[in-house]
């Protein structure tokens, strides 16, 4: 009788054992496709961030060399820029998205000040500098704020209300 019910305690040791393994194994792969995602929705924001700061400086130099130019200057010269970059690596280089970008932003409201264009700096310096290696590291959620933040007060320096450019703005 005994042998009974130690049959039974091992059996059920053996489910508990392989019930541990098998939930690690599927929070492991859970983890990291909850990871995966999460780190794409953010590269996704302070990519379009970078790219925005990164667009309005080149747009402010355009503007600067040649003011009766304004987007399709800045365009042509990322577009430059990228071909340059890219030679010997890619046949086709990818096209420009500046005039994308800002498609019916009035280039004639922007209005380019030192301190603006000091934010926009700050905010490309945030992105490179943003910790993709520790995203443990409990700063990260403060930088992207601080990065956000930047971005709210460079569109109000440059005179700009962007509705619909990019979802999930906390604006």
């Known amino acids: 009788w005994?042998?009974?019910?130690?049959?039974?305690?091992?059996?059920?040791?053996?489910?508990?054992?392989?019930?541990?393994?098998?939930?690690?194994?599927?929070?492991?792969e859970q983890?990291?496709?909850?990871?995966?995602?999460?780190?794409?929705?953010?590269?996704?924001?302070?990519?379009y961030y970078a790219g925005?700061?990164?667009?309005?400086?080149?747009?402010?130099?355009a503007q600067q060399s040649?003011?009766?130019?304004g987007i399709e200057t800045a365009a042509r010269e990322q577009q430059q820029q990228e071909e340059e970059e890219?030679?010997?690596?890619?046949a086709n280089p990818a096209p420009s998205d500046v005039a994308g970008l800002l498609k019916g932003v009035d280039m004639q409201r922007l209005h380019f000040t030192d301190r603006g264009r000091k934010t926009l700096h700050q905010i490309i310096e945030l992105v490179d500098s943003f910790p993709i290696e520790d995203?443990?590291?409990?700063e990260v959620s403060?930088?992207?704020?601080?990065?956000?933040?930047?971005?709210?007060?460079?569109?109000?320096?440059?005179?700009?209300?962007?509705?619909?450019?990019?979802?999930?703005?906390?604006?």
């Open 2 to 28: 005994d042998s009974i019910v130690d049959v039974e305690a091992s059996w059920r040791q053996e489910g508990e054992r392989d019930g541990a393994v098998a939930g690690e194994q599927q929070g492991r």
């Open 31 to 47: 983890g990291r496709v909850i990871g995966l995602d999460k780190g794409h929705e953010i590269g996704h924001e302070l990519g």
């Open 52 to 61: 925005c700061a990164q667009a309005w400086l080149q747009i402010d130099s």
């Open 66 to 69: 040649a003011p009766e130019a």
């Open 86 to 90: 890219e030679e010997g690596k890619a």
């Open 135 to 138: 995203v443990t590291n409990p």
């Open 142 to 171: 403060d930088r992207i704020d601080k990065i956000r933040s930047k971005f709210k007060v460079a569109v109000s320096q440059l005179g700009l209300v962007l509705e619909g450019h990019q979802q999930g703005l906390n604006f």
